[in-house]
Structure formats: C-alpha cells, structure tokens
C-alpha cells in the first residue's frame, strides 16, 4: 500500500448502479462477480453491468456472505436466505424464514452474516440463527445484542449491558474484561499481531485484546477516530488496516499506528460517510459509502499525484534542493517534499512559481541551475520564484557539454539561443544572444561525438548541424529526409542510447552511418522493439535501464548484466492513452519515485511496491437476448457452484431456439475491475465464424438470419496486462424451420410414400383405365359396327317403310281420291235428290190426280229418306279413319262434348272441303255450316287468329 499519491479511484453513483443510496455490506463470489447490500436490494456487479435482486419485503438489505460453496447469503428486516440462479441463469432470491416458527419470524434486521462450521450464522440484535443441513436453530440471550464479529473463525458479539461474548457451542460467554464493552459501541474487530485482536469502537477509539486482557492502543490515533466516528474497518495484508469513518472517509494505518493514506471528499471520495469495506481478490478496496460505492485501486504501485487535479496537463517535473516541481499547461508548481518519509510532507498543496504562469515545456538542472523552458522564454528557478533570463519564445530544450562548460545552448520555436556565465554574471546563467545561421524550431536536439548538433523536426525531418567555436553561429547544416534512408520525415525523434544517437521514426529505428552520410535501419532496436507500434521518446538513465514511450504505452528496459535488457510493461499499462502525444516525459527521482505527466496532470510511480498482475480472472456471458421486435431474454448470465444451470433433458448445457429466433445478441463482461475500459474481448460463434473476431473493446455481439444448427458461442477477455482469461461458452440450437424439421421430414417421408404409394395406385388405375379404355374402345368400335349395320339395316328398314309409307300413301291418297270421289257423287246424288224434290214440289202442285199426288208423294218421301240416311256416313266414317288414322275415334276421345254433327264437319274439313261443299252434304245452308264452324271453334277454345282447319290437320 503506497503512502504517496492517491490511489485511482472510480466512482459508482446510484445512477449508474439504479439503487438506493446507502451500502451497508461488500462481499465478492468466487467467480469474481461484486455483491452490495443496498437499500433497495442486492446489487450485483461484473466490472460492466448492474442488476438489482429486491427483497420479497422490499426491505433494505444490511448483510451479505459467501460460503465455500460460493453461494450468496443474504440478511433484511424479518428475513434472510440466499441467492441461487434458476434454469435460464437468473439470480433468484430463495427465502429461508419459512424454516423458522411462525412465532420466531420477528427478529428485525440481520446485521452481520458468517460462515461457520459447516453452517451459516445470521446475526440481528434480537436473535442469533444457525443455519445448517436445511436447519435453523436460535441463539438468545435476555439482553439485545449490538455488532457481531468472526475473527480466526471464533464468533463474537456485544451484548449490550453485558459486554464482549464468544460463542462456545450453544452459549455465549464473556470475554475476560469484556464488561468494559458493556455501554461500548464496537464496531469492528480486526486481527493484528500473533493472537492479538484490534478492537475499533465508535465513539471511544481503539483498543487490543491479546487473550487475556483489553487495553487501550494509540492514544493519538484514537482520538481522532473518536472524532471521526470510526464506522467500519477490515485489515490489508498483515501491516496495514483501513478504517471507514462517518465524517471522514476512510484511513489507513500501518501496525505502528502512522497513518498512510487518508481518502476523503477532497481526494476523490464521492461521500464522507464510509458504511462497509471490503477487499477484493486483487487486494483492492471496495468501500460502501453512504451516498454511492468507490472503488480503490490501492494495491497498484501508481497513484495520482498530487491531490490537487487544477494544476493541468504534466509537460515537466523535476525534484531540486527539497523541492518538486511540477510543469503544466498553466504554470510552474511547486511545494517542499521529502521522498524519505512521508512526515514532513503533510497535506500542504503545490502553488505557482512566481512569474511562471502559462506553459512550462521543460525543466532541467544544469550546471546546479534548474532551467525553465517556457512558452515565454527561458526561466531560473529559485525556490518558487522565476526570473525570466531571456525572452525569446518557446524555450524547448537545453544543451550543456563539458568541452563548453560555461556554456549552454537552448532551442527555441525559432532556432537556438546561447547562454553564457562566468564571475561577472554571478555563476548564473545569462542569455548571449541568439544563434545566427539557423532559424527552424528546435525542440528535440542532442549533441552528437563531434560536438555537432542534431534537431529533429516533427514535421520536416532531421537537422545536423555545424557550431562555430564560440557557438553563436551556425557555420553550416544538412537536411536529411526520405532520400536519405528515413521512410518518412515525420515524426523523427532523438535520443542518446548507450554512447550512440539514435533516431526513432514511425516505422522503427534508424541510426545514422557516416561513411555513407545515409540513415539505416537500426535492426537490433527494432527487433527489441518491434516495429507494430513506433517508439515516441527514449530515456536513458544512469543505471543503463531505459524508459520508452511506444504508442499509447509506457514501458522500461532493465539493464542486465548482460547487456541486455529486461522489458516491463505491465506495471504501467494502466496509464494506456493518458499521455500527452509528442509529450511524453518520465522523472526518476529515487528507485522507489518516478513521476510521469499525464493529459490530467501526473502519476507517481513506486518500483518497490510489488503487484500481481498475473492473477487469474473470469469472463462472463452476461446476457443472451433473442434480437427481434418483442426482444426476450433466454439466459441471464448467473452462475453457481452449487448446481449447474441445465435446459434440456439431455443434461447438457444447452437451449434448443425455434427458426424464427435465428438473431441472437451476446452480452458479456470481464470481473475485472481496475481500468475496464481497457478490457479486450475477443468471440467466436463455432458452427458460423471460421475465425475468432479481432480484439474489441465491445461488450456485445450480435449475430442475425442464423441458419439451423448447433453453435457454440465463445468468449475470452484480455486485461491491460496481457493476460487471458479462461473462455466462456453459451450451447445453443437453432431449430430448423418448420418445413426443414424432423416432424416436417417424417411428413415429408410419409408424403413421399404416399405419393409413391398413389403414383403406383395411379399408374394400376391408368393401366386399368387403359384396359377399360381399349375395352370401351373395341366395345365403341363393335357398337358402331353394330350402330352402323343397325343404321343400315334401319336405312333399309326405312326404305322399305317409305315403300310401304309411299304404298299406303298411295293407297291413302287412293281411298281419299275414292272416298272424294264418293262423296262428290253422294253430293251430286244428293243435288240430284234434292234438285228433283224441288222439281216434284213444283210438279206436285201441278197434279191434281190424288193417286198421283199421293204416288208423288210417296216418292218425295223415299226420295227424303234416301237423303237423309246414316248408312252413308257410317260407310264413310270408317273409311276415313282407315285413312286419317282412326281421326274421329281420337277427336271423339279427346274432345267428348263433341256431337255427331261436329265430327262429319270436322272430318269434311280434315278433308278441306269448303263451305259451300260442306253445306249438301250435311243438308244445310252455308250459314249453317259457318255456324257449326263457330261452335267448333269454341269446343276446341281456338282464338280468331289460328286457322280451323290447321288446328284439324294438326290433331
């Protein structure tokens, strides 16, 4: 643990964590991973991530502890239990009250929490719980209990009005002069020395119980923790104890009782109340504060240096005569340090050198003088007070050589400057004049064997340059650039390595060979530094070790025996990036005080402290989500010793995924916790990514449109100092779509075998529709064989039908000829008769012969019933329906109302006889007939539109 400087500090306010304020307990699991008691639950912490675990009650959490088993117990108001992950790896809360007595359920908060003997101790200050093998038995005395604590794995506890107990089985005992404590508040019992115990009380400061008895330790010190209200503490290492107070923030102290470190509000604190600390596997400090959590990095051997964060970026700094000064962007800094001890140093604060505000550039001792190179000229420093010894710009760099020893020549934004002194300037440096025949700006230049001077310019290339012997003058130079061996003229720098000069350029070293006057790769430089990154500055010290700037880091070369060299990167790799570039400075002031400037001011140093920095860390898969518009969470990233997190029945470690979740998003962090920033991940998805990804800062990957298969998604971290940790792994499945699942290939098979199964059905069908179809088809063909013959069987039929038709046409149209023939002469006989009736009428009244009237008579009579004989009609009916095909006989059944008169004019009219011809035969007038017409006509419901006769021909 350093004394000088600060430690980094990092802060967490509630923002960033989403919890209450207050943090009453730390504890770290086995894998890494940071558990708080917080106000509003269980914060856990991976280095990236916050995630909260309420309470049931939704009660402030005050204690925590981790098992051998790695499980997290947890203690609230009227409950305690412990954290376990369920199947999908998230932290789940699992409550142990229920195995108490409904009536032993009220016992308040649960202050403190150990592990002991095989079991788990819940302490509150009503009730004291023993937790084993799924048991809870109690512990009770008739006085409350205050604080409880486990020192070399014996439990004690404050009963108030009673004193400090031990517990001894199943009985609390009190310790021998433990009455002292009986109106005592402890706070905390640490072990010290041998069998020695540290007892801090809140109000009444500290004490020491060695077995036998309790005595009061460092008046001194206690008196300021009295006044500090000491609140919590825990030991460092076996030298060192932390102390967190309520007014003051935190104080570490040695065995001695010396404090080295106190770390409050005004050093990076975010609060002054300290409510628990805790120290982690990195021998870090974790302190709970009343209002956020701060991290400490106290085991590191850089610090912050010095408090005071408004002194600007770091150019220069230098310790001279008691004295460190510190050059920045704003001025000269400076206050009286010792780097023997840390007493005389106190708190004062660094103040301006008088006359030095604005930019320092540099800061060198020549000659016993210290030099100031500044933006406005050249300074001496005395003390903290500047005197301007010459005004030309930017003084950047001085040169002091032997040979000349009353001489020093400085560079300038605008060439080289010479100083002189002697007896008339008082032994001091005094400004000459300028140095003529030059005039480039001149910061980085080294004097070279033959007293010539080489300048490299950051934009131009590298100057060599001729002094005269009186070096005012410039009597000649030359210009070297890529024509002359360089692969680029920027960036070129200096420096002095082991007798030679050597240049640094961004692709590597070059060293100049002056029987060629050309610049050659510096071969063994860039094998020692490899050529990836290009080396900015070089410091040699006296020792023959090396500082180096390259990139973005600082390193150091350790001089062996040898003659080679041992490379160290890993103290600083920390301070990656922090440099100003172009900048970069070192100053070693002792072997155990290097300061190095910094964009924010500087960082102290201390080789003796001696860090691990290959300590083994994990990598966690923190979250796995499936990317869509409804995201969902499938793996939360919890982890246990206790039982393996299993989510499928096969027992292996992995989540089946259906086609449509085929985008997955990886979260992940590294339980790393001093500069995370600085954390490198690298990932592979095996089953998609040929090749591991580069090395990323990223905290997630995201992968989308996966195809089906089995994946294994990896993840490895690297930290600042190059060491890997273990990798993690997530097993996942995507499940093929639906129309590519087993289901859908048994479906597809059954399918298959069905149509195989109907294309054979088919083809039995076709062949045997083919069969029928031939069948069918000589059938048709038979048919309209058979169809043909009938047809000409039936065309012959029909021709001997039509004979025959056309006979009995013949013969029809003969017996209608004759049946006219007869009634024409039936109506000629009967005009005859009728023509010689009417004659006999006549003759009639001529006779006057009786006998002859009535012979005439006689014959008039047979003469009327010869005319009006049936017998004709009855001969003539039965011809005409021989001819008409029984016309009458139809017309008479379907038309019964029809009179013997209306058939012998329907069959006159059949026959198309006219009216007039009509009239004789029926022996009436042609009125008459017309009227039988009419009646006809409405017997048959004929309209006046359709012809009569048609309607006959047509029956």
């Given amino acids: 643990m350093k004394s000088t400087g600060i430690p980094f500090i990092k802060n967490y306010h509630r923002s960033q964590y989403n919890g209450g ?15 708080f008691a917080n106000n509003s639950g269980v914060l856990e912490f991976d280095g990236s991530n916050w995630r909260v675990i309420p309470m049931p009650n939704i009660s402030v959490v005050r204690s925590l502890a981790v098992d051998s088993t790695g499980r997290v117990f947890v203690g609230a108001y009227n409950e305690f239990g412990y954290l376990e992950p369920d199947h ?132 001194e010190l206690s008196q300021l923790f009295k006044s500090n209200q000491v609140y919590t503490g825990l030991a460092i290492g076996d030298s060192k104890f932390a102390f967190g107070t309520v007014r003051n923030g935190v104080y570490i102290i040695n065995k001695e009782g010396q404090i080295v470190q106190n770390i409050n509000t005004e050093k990076g604190l975010q609060n002054n ?114 005197e301007l010894i010459s005004n030309i710009a930017g003084g950047w760099k001085y ?18 400057t010479l100083f002189e002194k002697s007896a008339q300037t008082g032994n001091k440096w005094k400004f000459v004049k300028r140095v003529e025949g030059f005039n480039e700006s001149s910061r980085e230049i080294i004097w070279s064997d033959d007293n010539s001077i080489w300048m490299c310019h950051g934009y131009k290339g590298v100057y060599h340059l001729y002094l005269n012997e009186e070096l005012d003058k410039c009597t000649k130079f030359k210009f070297y650039g890529v024509e002359d061996g360089f692969h680029s003229n920027l960036g070129i720098d200096v420096s002095r390595l082991r007798g030679e000069n050597v240049f640094a350029g961004r692709d590597g070293f070059y060293k100049y060979v002056a029987e060629s006057d050309q610049f050659e790769i510096h071969q063994n430089l860039n094998n020692l530094f490899g050529t990836e990154e290009s080396v900015n500055k070089l410091y040699e010290q006296k020792n023959g070790d090396v500082w180096f700037f390259q990139g973005e880091n600082v390193g150091l070369l350790k001089s062996q025996v040898d003659n080679s060299y041992e490379m160290l990167k890993k103290p600083f790799a920390s301070l990656k990036s922090s440099f100003i570039v172009a900048f970069e400075n070192v100053n070693v002031i002792d072997k155990e005080n ?3 400037g910094k964009e924010d001011g500087f960082v102290h140093y201390d080789p003796t402290v001696i860090k691990k920095y290959n300590e083994p860390f994990s990598v966690f898969i923190r979250e796995v989500r499936i990317s869509s518009s409804q995201d969902s969470i499938i793996y939360y990233g919890a982890y246990s010793n206790v039982k393996e997190i299993q989510f499928n029945a096969d027992g292996e470690n992995r989540i089946e995924l259906p086609y449509k979740s085929n985008a997955l998003r990886f979260k992940y962090a590294a339980s790393q916790y001093s500069n995370p920033e600085l954390i490198q991940y690298q990932c592979q998805l095996i089953g998609f990514d040929e090749t591991p990804s580069i090395w990323e800062n990223t905290l997630q990957k995201e992968y989308t449109n996966l195809p089906e298969g089995e994946y294994v998604f990896e993840v490895i971290s690297q930290n600042q100092y190059g060491l890997n940790s273990a990798k993690d792994q997530f097993h996942f499945t995507i499940l093929p779509p639906w129309y590519r699942s087993r289901v859908a290939f048994v479906i597809y098979t059954l399918l298959a075998l069905f149509c195989i199964y109907a294309i054979i059905i088919l083809i039995r069908i076709r062949i045997k529709y083919l069969q029928n179809h031939l069948k069918k088809k000589q059938e048709e063909e038979l048919k309209q064989k058979e169809q043909k013959f009938r047809e000409e069987a039936l065309i012959a039929e029909r021709e001997i039908v039509q004979l025959r038709n056309d006979k009995l046409r013949g013969e029809v149209e003969f017996k209608t000829r004759e049946l006219a023939g007869s009634t024409m002469n039936i109506i000629h006989k009967n005009e005859v008769l009728s023509y010689s009736v009417g004659e006999l009428k006549k003759a009639l009244k001529k006779i006057k012969d009786p006998t002859a009237l009535v012979q005439v008579r006689q014959l ?10 049936d017998q004709d009609w009855e001969q003539f009916e039965m011809h005409f329906d021989q001819v008409h095909e029984d016309f009458l006989k139809r017309l008479r059944a379907e038309y019964p109302q029809l009179t013997p008169k209306d058939l012998r004019i329907c069959a006159y009219l059949r026959m198309n006889l006219s009216t007039k011809e009509i009239a004789p035969l029926m022996n009436i007038s042609v009125r008459g007939v017309e009227i039988s017409r009419y009646r006809l006509r409405k017997k048959f419901n004929i309209t006046r539109d359709e012809n009569l006769i048609d309607f006959i021909l047509n029956v």
């Fill in 21 to 35: 304020t207050q943090n009453w307990d730390i504890v770290q699991a086995p894998n890494g991973l940071v558990y």
């Fill in 88 to 219: 999908q790896g998230k932290l789940i809360y699992h409550s142990l009250v229920d195995l108490l007595p409904e009536m032993d359920r009220e016992f308040e908060e649960v202050w403190q929490i150990f592990p002991y003997k095989k079991g788990i101790l819940f302490h509150s200050f009503q009730k004291i719980f023993y937790y084993r093998d799924g048991l809870i038995s109690q512990i009770q005395d008739k006085n409350e209990f205050h604080f409880s604590f486990m020192v070399r794995d014996q439990f004690y506890v404050r009963e108030q009005k009673k004193g400090l107990c031990k517990l001894d089985g199943r009985s609390l005992d009190i310790l021998k002069g433990g009455e002292l404590f009986s109106d005592i508040e402890i706070v905390n019992m640490i072990p010290f020395s041998n069998n020695t115990i540290l007892i801090a009380t809140a109000l009444d400061g500290l004490f020491l119980y060695d077995g036998t008895q309790i005595s009061p330790w460092n008046k």
């Fill in 273 to 386: 109340t300290v409510l628990s600390l805790f120290l982690d596997k990195n021998e870090n400090l974790w302190m709970g504060l009343d209002n956020g959590i701060d991290y400490l990095e106290i085991s590191s051997p850089l610090s912050v240096f010095p408090k005071d964060k408004n002194l600007g970026a770091g150019y220069a700094s230098i310790y001279y005569k008691g004295y460190l000064y510190l050059g920045t962007n704003r001025g000269l800094f400076t206050r009286k340090y010792d780097f023997s001890g840390n007493a005389v140093n106190g708190e004062e604060e660094f103040k301006l050198v008088i006359n030095t505000s604005g930019q320092v550039w540099s800061l060198q001792v020549i000659d016993d003088e210290l030099i100031c190179g500044h933006n406005k000229g050249t300074f001496r420093i005395e003390k903290n007070t500047g």
């Fill in 399 to 416: 040169l002091y050589k032997k040979e000349y020893p009353n001489k020093m020549i400085g560079g300038t934004y605008t060439g080289f």
């Fill in 594 to 596: 290097v300061l190095f």
């Fill in 860 to 869: 008039m009579k047979t003469i009327d019933a010869e005319f009006n004989s």
